[in-house]
């Protein structure tokens, strides 16, 4: 490991991320996790590499880094959007039933929350079977 704190490795591999270069974010943020499997900002790496997988369209890898956000960390602040964009992915793989079910435990779980409102709104697209 280089001399680089935990902060700025996670730092760094996040402006990658929101610099647009989602495969080298990719290879930081798995990185970091590998040498920081817990601990701060674990929860938000592990989330980040999710949403660098679903903008590369890797569907399966996305949908793995987010369930472990859910899984490894249950008291993150990221469990209610991690589930709200695995909930995104299945209904963007047309299983309507199974993004159903992430999103009303996110309304039953987080109530109030902005992941609350946007599963809602997919809910209702759900039920009147819109596109």
Known sequence: V?????K???QEAYD???DG???QAITALNAFLKDYPAGEYSDNAQYWLGEA???NQEVSLAREAFSKVVSNYPASPKVSDALLKLGYIEFEQNNKAKAGEYFSQITTRFPGTTAAHLAAKKMQQIESGAP
Do not use: M
């Not at 280089?2 to 935990?6: D, F, I």
């Open 21 to 23: 270069h989602y495969s």
């Open 16 to 18: 990658t991320l929101k």
């Open 8 to 10: 700025e490795r996670y």
């Open 53 to 55: 997988y679903k903008v």
């Open 2 to 6: 280089s001399g680089k704190s935990r």
